[in-house]
């Protein structure tokens, strides 16, 4: 049987954290690895917390782009950690 690839669902608090200057160096480490091996994935809820977050139109452009160039998970279902 083959396992699906391991994917990260990163918290809305660890995006915050991950890319503000001077955020904790052991949640930028973690974030930076998780993305350079392609395992983050992204969806609605933490999409627009961050979005909601932005205190410029640039800062929300600018974040928006970034957003989406991760995938899209449709439900928690999709992670593979929610049972129904």
Do not use: Y
């Amino acid at each position: 049987m083959t396992r699906p690839p391991e994917r990260v669902l990163v918290d809305t608090s660890a995006w915050i954290e991950a890319l503000r200057p001077g955020g904790h160096a052991a949640t930028v480490a973690a974030f930076d690895r998780c993305n350079t091996e392609g395992k983050i994935v992204t969806c609605g809820i933490v999409f627009l917390e961050l979005l909601q977050g932005a205190r410029t139109e640039m800062e929300r452009d600018s974040l928006e782009s970034q957003l989406e160039s991760f995938p899209w998970l449709d439900s928690p279902e999709a992670l593979g950690v929610v049972n129904k």
